[in-house]
Nanobody, 115 residues
Framework: QVQLVESGGGLVQPGGSLRLSCAAS????????TGWYRQAPGKQRELVAT???????NYADSVKGRFTISRDNAKNTVYLQMNSLKPEDTAVYYC?????????WGQGTQVTVSS
């Protein structure tokens, strides 16, 4: 059974940085893409960043130039480096692994940007 375990969330001041990690355990094959999504209170879940098996990346306009997605295939792990954080980045962040068969989601990790 595949499980995604996220870590790295927390409380940070505006302008600060955090690095999120998401490790997939279990048998997961034919990964097409991995990514990060977020959901703020009262809002819909939105895409933050994705990276394909061919290393093509895509970012939401709101995070371009501040966030960087990367992955370690050997560890089945995806990362999100978040710099210059703003209060509007506050949300629960979810990782996603998409295979040719289905998509898997992590349980979410809270990121709070506040002074």
């Amino acid at each position: 059974q595949v499980q995604l375990v996220e870590s790295g969330g927390g409380l940070v001041q505006p302008g600060g940085s955090l690095r999120l990690s998401c490790a997939a355990s279990g048998s997961i094959f034919r990964i097409r893409a991995t990514g990060w999504y977020r959901q703020a209170p009262g809002k819909q879940r939105e895409l933050v960043a994705t990276i394909t098996s061919g290393d093509s990346t895509n970012y939401a306009d709101s995070v371009k130039g501040r966030f960087t997605i990367s992955r370690d295939n050997a560890k089945n792990t995806v990362y999100l480096q978040m710099n210059s954080l703003k209060p509007e980045d506050t949300a629960v962040y979810y990782c996603n692994f998409r295979t040719t068969v289905r998509a898997y989601w992590g349980q979410g990790t809270q990121v709070t940007v506040s002074s």
